[in-house]
């Protein structure tokens, strides 16, 4: 079946590291996102990326690094800059400029600071 | 961007008709309303999708009027297991993708 991968599940991160976050689709989707989403809140954009090699900052970008060096691949790294990065990380895909269709969202990452 | 407004939280028992209005004032002449069902701890998952009129599928309707500055989510006979956050989206998926706006949803808490 078609859809997303999101790994690890649970992630847990020590002061000053930087770690990965592995977004996988097998959807042909164009375009690609990561949001973070604190408990109790909505979700919030972090990067996004419409085409290979091209991605642009969300909302809170501030602290993250991205890449889309394939189509079905858009891995998020937190850097030691992003000073609060304990949420539940989500990414998610979609086709760009057909309306029927909505956004498919991984299962989520959910990183620590230990 | 359209902003919408929907209500924090809502209560209702199983067996009964849900409706989630969710106002967008200002929505556009090529924005879609969406809505997405998020359980806990789970990525949102796709619900439903309309422009105006009447949508229906085998999970939920949506109602739109004429002027499309709401929307109502209508799920008939919810069972526990559609305890959930709905999210209420308003975008122009032709044009900037990337400003979907997620915001805190509505709770919605079914009860025995």
């Known amino acids: 079946d078609g859809g997303i991968t999101q790994s690890p599940k649970y992630l847990f991160r020590k002061e000053g590291q930087n770690v990965t976050l592995s977004c996988e689709q097998n959807?042909?989707?164009?375009?690609m996102y990561w949001y973070r989403q604190d408990p109790g809140q909505g979700l919030r954009l972090i990067y996004y990326?419409?085409?290979?090699?091209?991605?642009q900052k969300g909302d809170i970008a501030e602290g993250y690094s991205v890449s889309r060096e394939k189509k079905e691949s858009f891995p998020l790294t937190v850097t030691s800059a992003q000073k609060n990065p304990t949420a539940f990380y989500l990414c998610a895909s979609s086709i760009v400029g057909r309306p029927n269709y909505g956004y498919t969202f991984g299962s989520g990452t959910r990183l620590t600071v230990v | 961007l359209a902003k919408t407004t929907q209500p924090i939280s809502m209560d209702s028992y199983e067996g009964q008709e849900v409706n989630i209005t969710c106002s967008h004032n200002?929505?556009?002449?090529?924005?879609?309303i969406t809505w997405y069902q998020q359980f806990p701890s789970q990525g949102p998952r796709f619900i439903i999708q309309?422009?105006?009129t009447k949508v229906t599928n085998e999970v939920a309707s949506l109602f739109i009027p004429a002027d499309r500055k709401s929307s109502t989510l209508s799920l008939p006979r919810v069972s526990l297991s559609d305890t959930a956050v709905y999210y209420c989206?308003?975008?122009?998926?032709?044009?900037?993708?990337?400003?979907?706006?997620f915001g805190k949803g509505t709770k919605l808490s079914v009860k025995p």
């Open positions: 200002n929505i556009a002449t090529n924005d879609y």
């Open positions: 990326s419409q085409i290979v090699n091209d991605f």
């Open positions: 959807l042909n989707h164009d375009a």
């Open positions: 309309g422009y105006k």
């Open positions: 989206l308003v975008a122009d998926y032709g044009g900037s993708q990337g400003n979907l706006i």
